[in-house]
């Protein structure tokens, strides 16, 4: 009998490759002209989990981007694990800040570069690899294991609330393992026990019916650009504190132990700044940098827009000026509650002189976090620190993974995080990579993991 | 011997032909891709200029955009007039709101609908018109003539100070008539008496080295957009007055007289707010419609940008985000000192974490003021006088014509406003248009107007 890790070892090169052509599919959800790469995606890696070994493996409709699932349930008495990730990727813009081209993925240097390499096809990958590698090498796997990858998951997976709940069947298990998730460092693993939630919204202020003269009207109508921007002001302090009525109502304090939990991570501060270019970190006073990116919630405008933006100068009074924001959440918040609190707000201060609507977009998920002595979190942390040789640390995330709530109120399940990405994979930007090492890491990882779960239960 | 009047009736149709000839030159100064248009709109004009009789008609260089000149120097001991107007025009963004494409006039009810219909083509030719018909007519011209017609008045004529400066001589004269002004309505006639002046900025606000995932760095890094809105949000107060330090300094108090003036001037602000779309007016409190238009100053963001503007959402931290704004200026103002303080405030507002570039655009313009009892203006209040059988009112206006203060500083005379425009013609903005009747009526009175002017003096 081949050893699985061999087989891993032996088939690296094609592994690889195979991971290049899933990551020449253009698979961005957000936009409507690459819905047929989404599908093309959801075709490409059903087939793959087919290669696998993986029975039942099919493209299910949602009524939206498809999901992909698959599963190997012979492991009568042990634990059911489904494991979780995403095929769909962010769009590419600003698109001349890219290096290659986002779809034709090249490796340099232990790196593979394109759009979704870390976010998440990448670390998707991981688990579909041991899997084959056990069930070429043993025959068998260690427990009952499930894939449940999604299409939709950039925009805020609109119909999964719905599949899941239709699908609670074919989705039982006892535990998630949710490969969307990152390591602290290339030599520092970690065990999720958090992750912030989010919503997300569009401000459209509408004005004159017409882009105006500033000559002749200026000093007679409101600027809708400047509506605007009082409005977003009103919103968040300069010094980072949210100044929509009613924001922080559900938000817990940080307990001694959990501030203690997070001031046991180690951040670099000057490295940090260094990596991102800029003099100075800003944030919620009061708080650390972790704590703010972890544990505190925040607002950000995601793009903002109206009037002349060509070379020279154009003296109009825009008629229009639209923006997007995002905010991530903490528990207890309610995405529900917040886009009310929001909506209300952005009301309360339209001023005279043009009209505002206000909008909930996709992006939303309810805060999540899971006890760090949790027995998967257990296995898992054992796990990690045999492969990286020192103790994971506990860790939260700043981004949301939605899902993870979803599972938990419908299938009744914790997810663990065992994920192979790192911080600073460029996700959601341009230029995004991911690690050759974590790649060929993660599959080691993922076999010791479903070998362990068995022999704990 | 022809009637001059006669024979402007006979030749309408070929006029409005030549009219939209001209107008079908997108001779946009402020993009480089159509400065050949600019060009060829010189041409054209310098020809049309041949043909009705003008002499040394002539295209000349400024080292940028060109200027077109021509003469009709045979009525020894009368005055010297000199005609401006501009050939250029506006950029068309936002395109797809024009109901028809911007360079193919089309009349429709009595308007010519066309980008640079009002602003200024139509105007401009109006006196070159009136010109041929008198030397067509009667073989010479009651006054001595000059056309100067410039090319780059849209994106604040950068070359002209030096073009002027260099060709005093040729361009000598007793008082200037300015083709590009509006009249109050299409039965109520206006003297200008008064100019705001100009300047523009653009101010570009830069943060982390790429876009960033709003999850992950929420919370630790500035926002660009956010930065960008403190700044702005610090420059104009919601209640509509500049609270840039000492950006009010230099203006005056508006007096009871200059007051009274203004308040002469009807204005119904009930159709004003229906025309435009608007529920309500805003503006400096403390001022009229009128006053704040015409004789206070204003800032008004002309365009912003940053970040994500797709379909959807993208829940990122951009890492930039820009604007473009102007300020109208009054007397006694000074575009380059206002420029500075402007500069000096937002440098003093700059937030930790992002690098802000404030820069000076190209439009610029002083303000301007011409007595009301200037004998231009008696003549010219005389014939509108006539025409319109009634009184012009005694306006001011709100926009900029840069090149009445240079011609006072340079050529020391005043100018005259006479151009037939009217403020609902969506000059600088989609579906742009000018009256046929206003055409018409203009080349009467500059016919009448050089004639007057050779009587009064």
Known sequence: MVDWRDYLEKNQPRFLGELIEFLRIPSISALPEHAEDVSH?????????????????????????????????????????????????????????????PFEPEVQDGRIYARGASDNKGNLMVPVLAVEALLRAEGSLPVNVKFFFEGQEEIGSPQLPAFIEQHRDLLACDMVLNADVS?????????????????????????????????????????????????????????????????????????????????????????????????????????????????????????????????????????????????????????DKIVRLLTDHVRRHTPTGVRVDVQQLSVCARPYLIPADHWGNQVAGAVLEELYGVRPLQIRMGGSVPICGLFQDVLGVYTIGFGFALEDERIHAPNEFYRVSSFRRGQLAYGMMLKRLAEAR
Chains 1, 2 share one sequence.
């Open 41 to 101: 995606a959801a075709d490409w890696l059903a087939r793959r989990l087919a290669e696998a070994g993986v029975e039942n493996a099919q493209v299910l409709a949602t009524g939206g981007h498809p999901v992909v699932h698959g599963d190997w349930l012979h492991a009568p008495n042990k634990p059911t694990v489904l494991i979780y990730g995403h095929f769909d990727v962010q769009p590419v813009d600003p698109l001349g800040e890219w290096e290659r081209p």
């Open 183 to 335: 390591q602290w460092g290339e030599n520092q693993p970690a065990l999720l026990v958090g992750l912030r939630g989010a919503c997300s919204m569009q401000i459209d202020v509408r004005g004159p019916n017409s882009d105006l003269h500033s000559g002749v009207y200026g000093g007679a109508v409101r600027n809708p650009v400047q509506a605007l921007v009082e409005i977003l002001a009103s919103m968040l302090s300069p010094e980072g504190r949210i100044t929509v009525e009613g924001f922080y109502d559900d938000v817990q304090p940080l307990s001694e132990e959990e501030r203690a939990q997070i001031a046991a991570v180690p951040l670099d501060e000057a490295k940090y700044k260094r990596d991102l270019g800029v003099d100075a970190l800003h944030g919620e006073p009061g708080y650390t940098t972790l704590e703010r990116t972890w544990a505190r919630p925040t607002l950000d405008v995601n793009g903002i827009w109206g009037g002349f933006q060509g070379e020279g100068a154009k003296t109009v009074i825009p008629r229009e000026a639209h923006c997007k924001f995002s905010c991530r959440l903490v528990p207890y918040q309610d995405p």
